[in-house]
């Protein structure tokens, strides 16, 4: 394996570039991304990681061949329209563990949201700031090598930044640290830049090599004879300016008078991987037709997997539609409380809440809901210290009134069922199916406001109303199948069917036996173009009543004990073998250490995949909370 880095005919870069910090100017189409790219390609080929940061979606041509149809580098993108799986603006922090924690290379493509949706400048912004902060913090626990590339560096450390934007204050303050100090812990830094002049200068001069393309603008050339002004006499400026202007494309002035002790022009060799970059011309879609370099990319859905579920649990957005979903279940129950009568003061704290004012003690909710840039702590705090404080209060009071309704509909039913006429179903229909909805309403209320205790709200049911045990056997459609689902359909149909409040994307994958990949996406989409399954923009997924129709007969899942045991045969050994302890501790909370020790494994990358894999499934509680079983297995 070579230890040097062929960039170009007459320039080759030491194995300690991975260590050492470069900086790339350069315009439009000059050569300065197919440099990058060459760069990327020879560490690769030394055996160094690299990470790449792409604000802009044209780096991901790195895991194909030049001409698109054979393998180039192996590396995980996180990501992008060509990401193995996406990331959030608040998982910047989790993102640099994984990248710490794993031999891979990987490129974070922070260019659009997995729907479509340019990322904007802040939620970039905030990333980079948080990933590269956390990444300096971890780099120190291992110490192997690895370069930290930033395109379009000017937007993460500008010369001039806005006064006051504290965001922008913190990621130029965490590069520069990156830049002075990484190469102590193992952190190159390649920081590429369209205009010298719009990258901070006290940054730039910290560079161990810079590499300029064709600069013509007298701002961007006066940045560049600030770096000579370090590292350069001045009586070879004019000298050098004068090549810097005639540069012909792909070739570029690389000075480097006490690292490499190099100054000269270098014409830059060609990419061996595929050019993503490349302007399309009219007509053209740029498009690589073969796989390329695949990574295992299970193992990183299972890493990631807690990843996300930390971003989703730190982002605004996912907070907001958490709120909604619990304003649709209030909503719900304030026109079945109106329905059967509830107390006024009820509906008045219904109504309050819907409208966005705030009933009793209730912090209000509407300004969080206009806020354009949400604070996760301040929503948080106001969850908390408002809805938190006083739901037993509400709780008792929705209790109350179901009961009263549960009181009378009951008394009414011996009446009703001797006044008509018998028929087969009525008491069913009349009696058990509103009883039914009484206890979706409250299941869904409970969500916000736990009930009171049973004995403390006296309902009666008939006798021949009183609920049947709950039965592993086969549940019977309300309509037959109509024999048109694939085998992968009817997976996914019976996963949701199983759960019928919803699962969120990846936990249905994984629950179903796959990855969020081409085919599974496809499989879904079938899903939902027979409205068997929600639309795409509802969260969480859930099966509809076309869906339970059309898979017929399927198997519940159990309860209590034999729901533990309906678990425990269906996971791997190690699942199992931790999975048993956690169950046989509950309720007792218990320490990662703790939980590996009884387990008989240690704190390593496997124990960890192990523990992201049940969390994941829903076996154990998320991350942050204490460690212990669901409570599913236990109601």
């Known amino acids: 394996m070579s230890k040097e880095l062929h960039i170009a005919r007459n320039l080759k870069l030491p194995a300690d570039t991975v260590t050492s910090t470069l900086v790339i100017y350069g315009g439009k189409g000059m050569g300065k991304t197919n440099l990058a790219s060459v760069l990327v390609e020879e560490l690769h080929a030394t055996g160094a990681r690299f990470c790449a940061i ?4 044209v780096w991901w041509g790195l895991r194909h061949s030049a001409d ?28 640099a563990d994984l990248v710490v924690d794993e031999d891979i290379s990987v490129l974070i493509d ?79 830094t390649t920081l590429i830049a369209q205009r010298s002049a719009r990258l901070n200068k006290s940054v730039a001069e910290l560079a161990d090599c810079m590499i300029a393309f064709r600069t013509v603008g007298p701002n961007s050339v006066a940045s560049i004879l600030d770096w000579f002004g370090e590292h350069v006499p001045k009586e070879r400026w004019n000298e050098l300016v004068e090549k810097l202007r005639a540069l012909p494309r792909g070739v570029a002035l690389v000075v480097s008078p006490g690292w490499l002790g190099y100054e000269g022009v270098a014409e830059i060799r060609l990419r061996h991987t595929f050019d993503s970059s490349a302007t399309p011309k009219a007509g053209q879609e740029r498009r690589a037709k073969g796989k390329g370099a695949m990574p295992d990319l299970a193992r990183y859905r299972e890493l990631m997997a807690e990843t996300i579920e930390k971003a989703e649990a730190s982002d605004p957005r996912k907070l ?24 006024q003061e ?33 929503l948080q705090k106001e ?15 929705i209790g109350k009134a179901l009961g009263s309704v549960r009181r009378t509909l009951s008394s009414l039913l011996p009446l009703m069922v001797k006044v008509q006429t018998p028929n087969e179903g009525f008491e069913r229909v009349v009696g058990g199916e509103a009883l039914a909805e009484l206890d979706k309403a409250t299941a869904i209320l409970a969500k916000t406001a736990p009930m009171p205790e049973p004995e403390k709200v006296a309902v009666s049911r008939p006798p021949n109303l009183q609920p049947a045990p709950r039965s592993t056997a086969l549940r019977q459609p309300a309509a037959p199948s109509d024999g048109t689902l694939s085998a992968p359909e009817r997976r996914i149909l019976t996963v949701l069917a199983q759960r019928p409040h919803g699962v969120d994307l990846d936990r249905l994958a994984i629950l179903g036996g796959y990855t969020v990949n081409g085919h599974f996406n496809n499989v879904l989409g079938g899903l939902r173009g027979k409205s068997l399954v929600t639309p795409a923009r509802v969260i969480p997924i859930q099966i509809t009543e076309e869906g339970i129709a059309s898979l017929g007969d399927y198997e519940p899942l159990p309860t209590g004990e034999e729901l533990q045991r309906w678990w425990l045969q269906r996971l791997t050994a190690p699942e199992a073998k931790i999975l048993s302890v956690l169950l046989k501790r509950y309720p007792e909370e218990i320490s990662l250490d703790g939980l590996a020790a009884e387990a008989g494994y240690t704190v390593n990358g496997h124990f960890n995949n192990v523990i992201g894999s049940l969390r994941t499934k829903g076996l154990m509680t998320p991350p942050r909370a204490p460690i212990r079983a669901a409570e599913d297995f236990f109601v």
């Open 320 to 343: 907001q539609q958490k709120l909604a979903s619990l304003k649709e279940g209030i909503a719900h129950a304030y026109q079945l409380a109106s329905a059967y009568g509830a107390p």
């Open 110 to 188: 922070i260019s659009r949201h997995a729907d479509g949706r340019s990322w904007s400048k802040g939620e970039k912004i905030r990333f980079v700031k948080d990933y590269i902060t956390r990444l300096f913090e971890r780099q120190g626990e291992r110490s192997r090598p690895i370069m930290q590339i930033i395109d379009e560096a000017a937007r993460f450390v500008p010369q001039n930044p806005r006064k006051g934007d504290e965001d922008v204050a913190a990621c130029m303050g965490a590069i520069e640290q990156m830049v002075e100090e990484g190469r102590n812990i193992g952190i190159g």
């Open 383 to 397: 969850f908390e210290e408002g809805a938190l404080a006083e739901r037993k209060k509400i709780g008792a009071e």
């Open 54 to 57: 792409d604000p802009m979606g």
């Open 68 to 95: 698109g149809k054979g393998a180039g580098i192996e590396l995980l993108i996180l990501g992008g329209r060509h990401g193995d799986m996406p990331i959030e603006p608040a998982g910047g922090k989790v993102v």
């Open 346 to 378: 009820v509906l008045d704290n219904y109504s309050a809440l819907l409208q966005g004012k705030a009933p009793h003690k209730f912090k209000a909710v509407a300004p969080l809901e206009r806020s354009k840039e949400v604070s996760t702590e301040r």
